[in-house]
Each structure stands twice: as structure tokens, then as C-alpha cells.
């Protein structure tokens, strides 16, 4: 077992645990957004990924159905991005199903150039998990990145991402 994959295992344990201990409402986008707003200038570690949420991406079905995002951090003391893909409930949050998250590095700087990853650090996790995907992170001072990742607690896959071009270049 990788230290990743450990530190993932641990994660998903900790917060099945301290749910099983609180019963809080479920959160609204409202809420989401009050948060992201508070959380923006903080390094702190949401979902086992350090530094301040850049960007969220929706992850949906052809028909348009989401069943989840994908949530990209920027830590710029480690210099570090971070992704994970959070189910909802339709994604079959707190069901053991299938979820994945890729962060490429791509070899541009060029904002909106296409990302060619090959030859390029990229960090992936995918399995059957509770609740998310991740964290995946991977250095990219100096470069653009783009983010993948899928659910599918039900038929069709969702999949969502940061587009073919690079994103957040720097």
C-alpha cells in the first residue's frame, strides 16, 4: 500500500467516524460558497489537500445530471496543486462506488494551449471510495495543469474537467 493510498485509506476512515458521531444537515451551495469565500486566503487542508480551492469543475452526465465536482487547490508555499472529485448525493456520496481524479502538468505556460502531459509529472487516484476521489498533487511552478475525474454510483459515467487546454498557468 502506497503512502498515498494509506493516507486516503486513514482519511475516508476519519471522516466516516466522525460522522457516525455528529449529525449535521447537509450542506447547500450556498454554504459551500460561504465557505470557499472564508477559506480563500487560508492554507487550509480540505479533503487532504493543503492551500486555497482555485477552481471547482462540475463532474456530469451526458444528459447533463452532475454527481459532483472536482476541486482544484493552489498552495504557493509548497507550490503544489491538488485535486480531489467529490461526489453528491446523485454521485452516490457515502455509497462505496467508483470515483476518479487526474491532475496532469502539461509542458505549456501558454494559457489555453493544448496540454500535452506526455513526458510531464501527472498524479492519478481511481477505486471505490465513500466519498472522493484524491488528493492527487503534483508540482507545476511554471507550467499549466489540467484536472480529469469521473463518477459513476450510477449508469452513465460522469466525468468532468479543466478543458484541453491548459489552465492556471504559472
Not at 460558497?33 to 493543503?50: F, I, N, P, R
Not at 454521485?91 to 491532475?103: D, I, K
Amino acid at each position: 500500500m502506497t503512502i498515498r493510498r494509506a493516507t486516503a485509506v486513514l482519511a475516508t476512515f476519519a471522516a466516516t467516524t466522525a460522522l457516525s458521531f455528529t449529525a449535521a444537515p447537509a450542506a447547500t451551495a450556498a454554504d459551500a460558497t460561504a465557505a470557499d469565500a472564508t477559506a480563500a486566503d487560508a492554507s487550509v487542508a480540505e479533503y487532504g489537500c493543503s492551500g486555497s480551492l482555485i477552481d471547482t469543475y462540475p463532474v456530469r452526465t451526458s444528459a447533463g445530471t452532475t454527481y459532483g465536482q472536482i476541486r482544484l487547490y493552489y498552495n504557493s508555499s509548497t507550490r503544489r496543486n491538488c485535486a480531489v472529485a467529490l461526489k453528491n448525493a446523485t454521485g452516490g456520496y457515502g455509497t462505496s462506488s467508483y470515483a476518479s481524479v487526474t491532475l496532469y502538468r502539461c509542458s505549456t505556460s501558454k494559457p489555453g494551449a493544448q496540454c500535452d502531459w506526455r513526458d510531464e509529472t501527472w498524479d492519478d487516484d481511481y477505486g471505490n471510495f465513500l466519498y472522493y476521489a484524491g488528493p492527487v498533487s503534483i508540482p507545476a511552478a511554471g507550467k499549466c495543469i489540467r484536472v480529469f475525474g469521473q463518477v459513476s454510483a450510477n449508469r452513465p459515467i460522469a466525468t468532468g474537467d479543466s478543458g484541453t487546454g491548459g489552465v492556471h498557468c504559472g
